[in-house]
């Protein structure tokens, strides 16, 4: 007897073994077509493999849901499986190849493989074909269960290498393993898949890129086919259109073409050195968030780049993050030094240098402070994954009694910075710790209190959207509160952060104390905030977000002063001035060429604003003002001109252009 419930709280019972596809079949015909996965006791299965007949359910029912083309989940499953044919294609196709890993990634698959014959997108249209002969035989998905040594010999009798070493060793503790057969194609996998290949509904390939086996760089190279998969072909050629978007806001290609930062080898991977326009939009950025810092209360402080390593084994990044942490530099009289990986344990250092009252909390410190991380080379990335980056951090050093209003002023600050910047497609992800794991440090009670805090404070807050709870992803010391923000072409990117910790100052830790109204020694609570996160990564998603078309505030390059001919260089070298002398970054386009091309040239150049002087702006001492978002906007008086911009940039406007 299989007992299943449904998530409207229906209960159906089967004298016999049942599939999610068969209990779709009851209810109806139409649902069983649309079925592509289930969750199973919140678990996603493949829909055409038998439910347990057991559960811990009070009821003693089988928690099912059915998962169609409505449901994320589903389109995930129908990646995997994509990634299957795509891999069972390139076996037809090109021989003696061995299989790795093939999991789905955001938005798509990829597949890693060994070949003797390099594969190139050159290939790309004859593996979409089998891909599509493969789909339309619809042979069905099915799992194979073995024990391991048997699964051994089945993946050796295969050919199959790098799936014996994963048996041997990566799966050595499990008894049985599983495999899914599709026709002649059999490949290690855990799954879950989808019933058979016609559920997919359109999918491309899309790169071929190189990766190491396991991710290891001392192992060898192999190929990685990446593709993409879809529930039919509308959304299909809407994300191809994403992507094709996102190509030309490439904030690599555009940091480059304007000049805004350089990553050069010889320096060294990952680490950013900033050019001057560059610099300029960083400098803007800094001084907006020191601003609001000091309105806020905040104390700016400095603190080195470097400590010794006993101060990260205090805090715990020492060795907990080893793997990603530069390695100690070693000096005489066994003196160990680290290139700092988080700049909360300075922060500490400062509050603990003199004793602390009630009276000092809240303690606000802030330092734009530079990290460095050793990132593997297969996952630098421009300015959104590098080796070294400032972040605009500070930490809080409250009384419990203050811990709502602190974490609440931190989440408003944030929300503030992203409207500012016109950001305001958000989402709020709270991650917290989970239960059943050994990784977090602490007592349970301070984790189960600094959670109901945080979430208490987020259901509170006017304007917040409703956070999203994430068991597993917190910090090792804490909870935390992430924005996660998407561009203006739908993409997310994980921005600012706010962070509870009740474990760095307790006794285990840093020992941090207040002397309490009643005169005895308290344990503060301390909270992690950064509303960019690091400028780096926040500065290119920026490039990305405005495709290198900064709103004027924070333009490298405010305005270009464009003559109609030499003859006038001399009045507008005047305006150049004037405008210099009042703060605004201007430049003068005095070359011998047309004034259409010049003004061709400033749009390519996404300079906001183009001041045109000719003959009559020159004799009625004026400019004609073209902008770049509206076109002409015709002749101003120079002071006229300068307090429009002034206006502009005092707003911090983040304009857009109307449509026509």
């Avoid at 359109?202 to 993409?228: H, I, M, N, P």
């Avoid at 990335?381 to 500070?394: E, H």
């Avoid at 600050?413 to 950001?423: C, D, I």
Wanted: net charge negative; glycine share 8%.
């Amino acid at each position: 007897m299989v007992n299943v419930r449904l998530p409207n709280g229906d209960q159906l019972e089967f004298p016999h073994p049942v599939t999610p596809l068969e209990v779709a079949g009851q209810i109806g015909k139409r649902l069983a077509k649309a079925t592509v996965a289930a969750e199973v006791d919140g678990q996603i299965r493949s829909a055409n493999e038998p439910l347990p007949e057991t559960t811990d359910a009070d009821d003693g029912a089988v928690a099912l849901r059915l998962l169609t083309d409505r449901d994320p989940e589903a389109l995930e499953v129908i990646r995997h499986s994509c990634a299957h044919v795509m891999a069972r294609a390139v076996m037809r196709l090109f021989p003696d190849v061995q299989l790795a890993f093939g999991p789905t990634v955001e938005n798509g698959f990829y597949y890693d493989i060994r070949s003797e014959r390099p594969i190139s997108d050159e290939d790309f249209p004859k593996i979409e074909d089998e891909m599509r002969r493969i789909i339309k035989e619809d042979e069905p998905f099915e799992r194979v269960v073995k024990p391991r040594a048997e699964a051994v010999q089945i993946c050796r009798d295969l050919r199959q290498g790098l799936k014996v070493e994963h048996i041997e060793e990566g799966l050595a503790d499990e008894e049985t393993v599983s495999f899914y057969r599709q026709g002649e194609f059999l490949d290690l996998c855990r799954g879950p898949h989808i019933p058979s290949p016609s559920k997919i509904g359109a999918f491309k390939l899309l790169s071929v890129a190189g990766a190491y086996w396991k991710g290891d760089a001392q192992r060898e190279q192999l190929q990685r086919l990446y593709g993409t998969a879809w529930f039919n072909q509308k959304q299909l050629d809407e994300y191809l259109t994403r992507l094709e978007e996102a190509r030309k806001r490439d904030h690599r290609v555009l940091g480059k073409q304007l000049e805004l930062f350089l990553i050069d080898p010889q320096v060294g991977s990952g680490l950013v050195m900033w050019l001057p326009k560059g610099a300029t939009i960083r400098r803007e950025l800094e001084a907006f968030i020191y601003d609001e810092l000091l309105r806020r209360g905040y104390q700016p402080i400095y603190t080195p780049v470097i400590g010794r390593v006993e101060l990260y084994q205090t805090s715990g990044h020492y060795p907990y993050y080893k793997e990603s942490q530069f390695p100690p530099i070693d000096l005489e009289e066994d003196e160990r030094y680290l290139l700092r990986p988080m700049n909360c344990p300075h922060h500490i250092k400062v509050y603990q240098s003199q004793p602390r009252s009630y009276r000092d909390l809240p303690l606000r410190l802030a330092e734009l402070g530079t990290v460095h991380r050793y990132e593997q080379s297969g996952e630098l990335s421009g300015m959104t994954r590098v080796r070294g980056f400032t972040q605009d951090d500070a930490h809080i050093f409250c009384t419990e009694e203050q811990v709502a209003d602190e974490f609440r002023g931190c989440l408003e600050m944030t929300q503030f910075v992203l409207q500012t910047l016109g950001l305001e497609d958000y989402r709020v992800r709270l991650s917290f710790r989970d239960p059943a794991s050994d990784k977090y440090v602490g007592k349970p009670e301070n984790w189960d209190r600094a959670e109901a805090a945080l979430k208490q404070v987020c259901a509170e807050m006017p304007g917040l959207p409703e956070a999203q709870i994430e068991l597993g992803e917190a910090a090792f010391y804490g909870p935390k509160a992430d924005f996660v923000v998407n561009d203006v072409i739908g993409r997310e990117w994980q921005l600012g952060t706010v962070q509870l910790d009740y474990n760095l100052p307790s006794p285990e830790r840093f020992g941090l104390e207040y002397i309490g109204a009643d005169n005895h020694p308290h344990q503060p609570v301390m909270i992690h905030r950064a509303p960019f996160g690091s400028l780096e990564r926040f500065v290119g998603m920026l490039i990305e977000h405005f495709a290198g078309a900064f709103p004027l505030w924070l333009a490298p390059e405010q305005v270009r002063v464009l003559v109609v001919s030499q003859k006038f260089e001399g009045y507008a070298r005047d305006v150049e001035k004037r405008l210099r002398d009042t703060g605004l970054r201007v430049t003068g386009d005095y070359r011998p060429e047309k004034i259409g091309a010049k003004i061709r040239q400033a749009q390519l150049d996404l300079c906001p604003y183009m001041l045109v002087i000719g003959g009559r702006e020159q004799e009625s001492e004026a400019v004609s003002v073209r902008d770049r978002l509206e076109g002409d906007l015709g002749a101003m008086s120079i002071d006229e001109t300068i307090a429009k911009l002034k206006t502009e940039i005092a707003a911090k406007m983040v304009r857009k252009r109307r449509p026509d």
